[in-house]
């Protein structure tokens, strides 16, 4: 885990896999948080993901900024890394309210 200077504040620097804290809370269900700010920091709640079987298994993404975004994906490290590069990016900036993504044409 990275150390932040007490001049920087964890939500202006840029998030990496590294930095995720990933409690699973059962066999299909996992918290995600940034690891970097205090578990008393509500503001490090950044997602929850569940495995689904809807047809074929697949991680249901659930991103929490100013509202709930909803994406899937293929596998779990998928959504991580989406998570990173696309929603945690943001997520402390102004954003639209709630909005459903499916990528790849997949349905909600």
């Known amino acids: ?6 001049s920087q504040s ?16 059962s066999d299909s269900q996992w918290r995600v948080r940034d690891g970097r700010l205090p578990e008393s920091d509500v503001s490090g709640l950044l997602a929850f993901i569940e495995r689904t079987t809807r047809t074929d298994p697949v991680f ?4 929490l900024s100013s509202g709930f975004e909803w994406f899937l994906f293929p596998s779990l490290s ?4 989406y998570l990173v590069d696309h929603v945690v990016s943001t997520t402390r900036q102004e ?7 499916a990528p790849a044409g997949r349905p909600v």
Not at 11 to 24: F, G, H, M, Q, R
């Open 1 to 6: 885990m990275s150390t932040i200077p007490m």
């Open 10 to 25: 964890a939500a202006t620097l840029p998030l990496t896999l590294d930095d995720l804290e990933i409690v699973a809370l």
């Open 78 to 81: 998928d959504a991580l890394a």
């Open 95 to 101: 954003r639209p309210p709630t909005a459903v993504h």
């Open 60 to 63: 249901e993404l659930m991103a």
